[in-house]
């Protein structure tokens, strides 16, 4: 997690996680200060990938053993690093070099082994989409939502196989199951849940799906009568995820202000979920790998909420 631009390292264990390192404030090589954004793992979690908001056309390359920066990339574009995001699924886990790029109007595939960088491949667009959210599977395809609402997916650097529009929503993130069969879209009222293997069993990664063959998208909202007991009518959703357990996803969860919600994914029943109340504001939710454990970050402290995989 990052604190005042303080970068903590922390060790999970079976019941709670301990700081195993506090890095200094961080500066690029001119010197200055980094303000760090979007922080992923790299290189079996030895590395890890950041932006800064203050050069936002570079990606930054860290390495947690030696405790410095190892390269600095400048993608040169003249439109600033929306996001970036592993190649597949879990690739933080893996040596595999590669991830995804975007930017308002481009996506891109880079090669991080050497150490000027390499963009392998790489899409403009003449229009702007406003692209602003990228998140891949674990065979590498992958989607890109936009500020315009739209969710569109890939499975290679090309175009769309399929464009799912959601006029006038405000699309904050989104994840693929890791089946590659659902998306979920964090929007600012609700989750969307998207079943991308269409009426005629054909992925929409991979195959074109006319409109008559598309599943309903499902809308997750909690009741009337939850917002008004926890007063959330105001508090937007964020950091919608599927979580993983043997393989398979068992939950649907996102966070409202101080509050972490689960829908139980398997269960075919939508309408059903549990709401958490944890100390302070939730700033970010990950599922531990293939572990009955959510890690909660939260303004000043982190948790690990034991999550068993109960029917509620």
Not at 20 to 46: C, D, E, H, R
Not at 153 to 173: G, H, P, Y
Request: with cysteine; glycine share 4%; aromatic share 12%.
């Amino acid at each position: 997690m990052t604190e005042n631009n303080r970068i903590n390292v922390y060790h999970p264990s079976e019941i709670n996680l301990t700081q195993i390192k506090s890095l200094t404030p961080i500066k690029n090589s001119l010197g200055n200060n980094i303000n760090i954004n979007q922080m992923n793992f790299f290189n079996k979690g030895i590395n890890l990938l950041f932006l800064d908001n203050n050069n936002p056309n570079v990606i930054t390359n860290y390495d947690l053993i030696k405790n410095k920066i190892v390269n600095e990339w400048n993608i040169n574009n003249n439109n600033k690093i929306k996001c970036i995001y592993p190649q597949k699924k879990f690739d933080q886990l893996t040596e595999n070099t590669l991830f995804y790029g975007i930017t308002s109007k481009s996506m891109f595939l880079f090669d991080g082994r050497l150490k000027e960088g390499k963009i392998n491949e790489e899409k403009k667009y003449e229009s702007n989409y406003n692209f602003n959210y990228i998140s891949s599977g674990k065979n590498g395809q992958f989607a890109i939502s936009s500020e315009k609402g739209d969710v569109r997916i890939f499975n290679k650097i090309d175009k769309a196989t399929n464009l799912f529009s959601f006029k006038k929503e405000c699309i904050n993130a989104i994840d693929i199951s890791n089946n590659g069969n659902y998306i979920l879209i964090t929007c600012n009222n609700y989750l969307i849940f998207i079943n991308v293997l269409g009426k005629n069993k054909l992925n929409g990664f991979y195959k074109r799906l006319i409109n008559d063959k598309r599943n309903e998208p499902i809308y997750l909202k909690l009741s009337d009568n939850d917002l008004k007991q926890y007063n959330l009518y105001n508090v937007k959703f964020a950091n919608g995820k599927f979580s993983i357990n043997d393989e398979n996803e068992n939950d649907i969860i996102c966070s409202l202000g101080k509050y972490l919600v689960i829908w139980k994914f398997n269960s075919g029943k939508y309408d059903k979920y549990k709401i958490i109340e944890m100390e302070d504001n939730i700033l970010s939710i990950e599922f531990r790998y293939m572990k009955n454990q959510i890690i909660v970050t939260m303004p000043k402290n982190i948790t690990v909420y034991n999550h068993i995989y109960e029917s509620f």
